[in-house]
Structures are given as structure tokens and as C-alpha cells.
């Protein structure tokens, strides 16, 4: 069973990765590293603001009573 060809679109208009050059493939592998980070990034986000919420909520309720 063979894999069909992966592909990468690029403003509307999709590119073999085979049939790219070197350079043009790093630049992928790189894209994808930075995507990777940005997600990790943006979930460690989510907890710090969740645990600043939850300060906060503390902070309100020491403040009130």
C-alpha cells in the first residue's frame, strides 16, 4: 500500500514536499517546530491564566471576610 505524496499549501496553491528543494524542506521542518512551540506556549498560557483565577478568587475571598 503506497502513501500518497505529502503536500504543503502555501497561499491557495499546494506543493509536493518531494518535489521540493532542500532548503524549501527545512524551512518546513522549521515551521513545524515553531508551530509546536507556539501550541506548547499558548497551553502553558491557558494554566497560568486559570491559576491567576484561581489567586484571584482566593484573594476575594480572604479580602471579604
Given at each position: 500500500m503506497s502513501e500518497a505524496?505529502?503536500?504543503?499549501?502555501?497561499?491557495?496553491k499546494e506543493y509536493n514536499v518531494d518535489?521540493?528543494?532542500?532548503?524549501?524542506?527545512n524551512h518546513i521542518v522549521n515551521i513545524r517546530?515553531?508551530?509546536q512551540e507556539v501550541a506548547g506556549l499558548q497551553q502553558k498560557?491557558?494554566?497560568?491564566?486559570?491559576a491567576r483565577n484561581a489567586?484571584?478568587?482566593?484573594?476575594?475571598?480572604e479580602i471579604s471576610e
Amino acid at each position: 500500500m503506497s502513501e500518497a505524496p505529502q503536500t504543503w499549501t502555501i497561499d491557495d496553491k499546494e506543493y509536493n514536499v518531494d518535489d521540493l528543494s532542500e532548503v524549501a524542506k527545512n524551512h518546513i521542518v522549521n515551521i513545524r517546530v515553531v508551530d509546536q512551540e507556539v501550541a506548547g506556549l499558548q497551553q502553558k498560557l491557558a494554566i497560568m491564566q486559570t491559576a491567576r483565577n484561581a489567586y484571584a478568587n482566593a484573594l476575594k475571598a480572604e479580602i471579604s471576610e
